[in-house]
């Protein structure tokens, strides 16, 4: 049966490429559908405001006329100025088990960042680390934490397959409250650093939550900003971002450090609604408040810690350890939460994860970020 690659131009397209997911992952997945009005603005150039300092070419995979599947070749302008990179990207990534489709997605997105003066393509990313990314290798067993991805165990060794090589893996820990067990010396450490006068913490201010998460972004931007493959937001970006979370953030669950009245760190996690989003399967019906009555109490579950910054001069202060011990007491306080969910967290980041491990994590899912070199044989790479 004959393969073609079509590169999405038209709204029509758009539409096929949009809802591709949602007839390819069954039902009874563990597969947690984006609401597809979010994921339209997200790959929306005139739209969302990544787009602005970036550009994309979308590709679907067809056999004898019917989808098999998907892909976007991205350049993050912003990254690569200030990485001082050609790195091109791949993201929105999904396939049927055949090879030779996969292999022809990622020649096309390959064949397109080459044109455009790109020297290695990564991902997958959606488009970049700011937003969802990585392709899920490990933890198949249950469904992923809110914004987190999910795709079937095959895509890994699809992807091998085609000579794309582990760059980074990114790492989801647990902690359960059946399972929390803080070391002596961890409890006498955090003992330590909140005895320090000059340290202050408060939550979110409800009446103020905008400017507070503002507070947040900066945070993150000083904190991340040597990080490995850490892109910049625009203040577009940060403006999208701060309408997105204001609308689903508990106040609760964010919480500001300040060293003598200065913003030194701060934590936020998301409520997961993994559940939810499943029952209404991309979009809001009129059944959606009944959908939210029968999974209530189970998108209660847990929390997603997606947010995390210090500023650099104050990482000997102990913040690390009394963010997390906060958001630990926090859902200590709800008897309906049964975990607190760290993610992601690069593998590299050796201090974070042995903290996390202090506080009882539990590695429950892995994520991995590919990379393949464009040289001359970019556009042909092997399906075998």
């Not at 997911?21 to 559908?33: A, H, M, N, T």
């Not at 690569?80 to 049927?96: I, M, Q, R, T, V």
């Not at 970049?128 to 290798?137: D, E, K, Q, R, V």
């Not at 893996?169 to 006498?188: C, G, H, V």
Request: proline share 7%.
């Amino acid at each position: 049966m004959s393969l073609t690659i079509v590169p999405v131009f038209s709204g029509l397209d758009l539409n096929t490429f949009l809802d591709f997911p949602y007839s390819f992952y069954p039902k009874d997945s563990l597969w947690v559908p984006p609401i597809k009005s979010q994921e339209r603005f997200l790959l929306s150039p005139t739209c969302h405001p990544f787009w602005n300092t970036a550009e994309r070419c979308l590709f679907i995979a067809k056999r004898s006329g019917r989808m098999v599947g998907r892909i976007a070749a991205i350049i993050d302008h912003k990254y690569n100025a200030y990485a001082k990179e050609l790195c091109g990207a791949f993201g929105f990534f999904e396939c049927y088990h055949d090879q030779e489709a996969c292999a022809a997605l990622l020649n096309s997105a390959a064949s397109w960042l080459k044109t455009r003066g790109m020297t290695y393509m990564r991902g997958p990313v959606n488009p970049s680390t700011n937003y969802s990314c990585g392709m899920l290798i490990d933890g198949f067993n249950e469904p992923p934490a809110i914004m987190m991805p999910y795709n079937p165990p095959y895509y890994g060794s699809m992807l091998e397959a085609c000579h794309m090589q582990k760059e980074e893996d990114l790492l989801a820990y647990r902690i359960f409250r059946t399972a929390l067990d803080i070391p002596p010396l961890l409890q006498t450490k955090m003992d330590h650093a909140r005895a320090n006068p000059n340290l202050s913490c408060r939550p979110a201010d409800k009446k103020n939550l905008k400017a507070d998460i503002k507070i947040m972004l900066d945070l993150y931007r000083e904190s991340w900003a040597k990080n490995w493959y850490f892109s910049p937001l625009t203040d577009l970006e940060e403006e999208a971002i701060v309408k997105e979370l204001v609308t689903g953030l508990n106040p609760e669950f964010f919480v500001l450090f300040f060293y003598k009245g200065q913003p030194a760190a701060g934590m936020v996690a998301l409520p997961d609604l993994t559940h939810l989003l499943r029952k209404m399967r991309g979009s809001f019906r009129l059944s959606t408040p009944w959908d939210y009555l029968s999974v209530k109490e189970r998108f209660q579950e847990g929390y997603r810690i997606m947010l995390f910054g210090i500023r650099p001069k104050y990482r000997l202060l102990g913040l690390p350890a009394l963010l997390f011990e906060y958001m630990i007491k926090q859902a200590q306080k709800k008897p309906e939460l049964s975990w607190v969910e760290g993610s992601w967290v690069l593998e590299r980041n050796k201090p974070i994860c042995m903290l996390l491990e202090d506080f009882s994590g539990t590695i429950t899912k892995r994520y991995r970020i590919y990379r393949r070199e464009l040289d001359a044989n970019a556009c042909t790479i092997s399906m075998h």
